[in-house]
């Protein structure tokens, strides 16, 4: 896009920020801990809000800074999971999401976590537009050490069609709602579709 868009004040949306409004649902969620990976030295002011937001209901949201974010976004995967393992209880699963995803719900993220829970023996579950599979994704702990291996600009995603994972499919009720806000024409998209939600 040209422009740091993480911290994007959005009028359709009662001027949260683009990364604002991803991070607020992840807080809305039944999400146990929230970590947030962000480039070294990137602009965090979009972030104040919604670490007192954290503040307020009781769930940790904890801000990472990841060394080489800019060489892909498994620098960033890897720098979460690091951050994770080192806590004092493994979990047994986790949600990557991305940041900018600003139409993703809390609701959205229970459903992964949800038939997770529901159907044992899952190593993920992905959301899907019925096409592509895209973030919110769940990775079960099955999954953290290729987690560690990915390299480069490679998500989660790439693990998927590896046939030794059993996983599942959550289909996106509105596939708008999956939107990823790379260029222009993606805000234009989303502008359009905060509007229409009014």
């Not at 994972?165 to 596939?175: H, L, T």
Request: charged residues 25%; negative net charge; hydrophobic residues 40%.
């Amino acid at each position: 896009m040209g422009r740091s868009k993480l911290g994007i004040e959005l009028a359709c949306a009662g001027f949260e920020t683009l990364g604002g409004l991803g991070l607020a649902a992840a807080m809305e969620s039944c999400l146990d801990i929230v970590y947030v990976v962000v480039r070294k030295g990137s602009d965090k002011r979009w972030l104040e809000p919604y670490s007192q937001r954290a503040s307020r209901i009781g769930k940790p949201c904890i801000i990472l800074e990841a060394e080489d974010a800019e060489q892909g976004m498994s620098f960033s995967i890897r720098s979460g999971v690091n951050a994770m393992l080192d806590s004092l209880k493994i979990p047994r699963g986790l949600v990557i999401m991305l940041g900018d995803q600003p139409l993703v719900t809390g609701e959205m993220i229970n459903r992964l976590i949800g038939h997770f829970y529901e159907h044992t023996g899952l190593d993920y579950v992905v959301s899907s537009d019925g096409i592509t599979r895209q973030p919110p994704i769940l990775l079960a702990s099955t999954m953290y050490d290729q987690l560690m291996k990915l390299e480069g600009d490679a998500g989660a995603r790439r693990l998927l069609g590896d046939s030794r994972w059993r996983g599942s499919d959550i289909f996106a009720e509105d596939s708008r709602r999956l939107l990823d806000v790379d260029t222009e024409e993606d805000m234009e998209v989303l502008n359009r579709y905060c509007i229409a939600l009014k």
